[in-house]
């Protein structure tokens, strides 16, 4: 039920995710953070099974970050997408297999904006725009009409808004609030979350 979707630009990906964390029809919490920093120019979007997700962030970023140290240069975000897809695919068959969809999104100055999308059976493309769960299937034909290679930072905000407030229509899932980060030469930063419109009093 839970929604992840991102878009690249020339030089930057943006990439938003729902804010609920629910178990059945239970609402657990609505503030939940579902995109990771894993590193100054990479960051990861997850969804799946809560513990799973946290998990396989937490052991990604980690590594990434031992690989730095132990090497004195940072993976690309092509080279990270890589190492998420192997490690998932190694542990699919195994008794500890990794429920989690991710986004992998990154920047680097000589390959540029990069956004991998990989499901949890360690299916890895490089995309121009991507979404996981049900809200990404409203969001396609969305990305399609909008989304050229020259957008601006401002455009995809704003095409994000327009996913967001189709996913707010037509789901039938209640997802109200969404965080929304942007990787680029400058490094990762959140912006402001997209949230539905509160009924007048």
């Known amino acids: 039920m839970e929604t992840i979707i991102g878009l ?13 964390h629910a178990h059945s029809i239970i609402m657990l919490k609505e503030d939940e953070n579902k995109i990771y920093k894993i590193s100054d ?17 937490e052991y990604i970023g980690k590594n990434i970050a031992l690989y730095k140290m132990r090497n004195g240069y940072e993976l690309s975000p092509r080279a990270a997408a890589h190492f998420t897809r192997k490690n998932l695919a190694d542990c699919l068959r195994t008794r500890s297999a990794y429920h989690v969809n ?33 809200g ?5 034909s969305i990305f399609d009409r909008y989304h050229n290679s020259s957008i601006t930072q401002d455009d995809a905000y704003e095409i994000l808004k327009k996913c967001v407030a189709e996913i707010q229509k037509r789901l039938i899932i209640n997802l109200a609030n969404f965080n929304v980060a942007v990787v680029d030469k400058n490094g990762m930063r959140y912006l402001d979350d997209i949230t539905s419109k509160l009924p007048a009093a």
């Not at 030089?11 to 729902?18: E, G, I, P």
């Not at 120019?41 to 962030?57: H, I, K, P, R, Y």
């Not at 990404?136 to 396609?140: K, L, S």
């Open 8 to 20: 690249k630009g020339k030089d930057f990906v943006m990439v938003a995710a729902d804010r609920t």
């Open 41 to 57: 120019n990479l960051l990861m979007a997850t969804t799946g099974e809560s513990g799973d997700t946290v998990q396989f962030a």
């Open 102 to 134: 991710v986004l992998v999104a990154g920047y680097d100055e000589k390959e540029g904006a990069e956004l991998q999308f990989i499901d949890y059976l360690a299916n890895a493309q490089s995309v121009n725009y991507a979404g996981h769960g049900y």
């Open 136 to 140: 990404g299937m409203f969001c396609a």
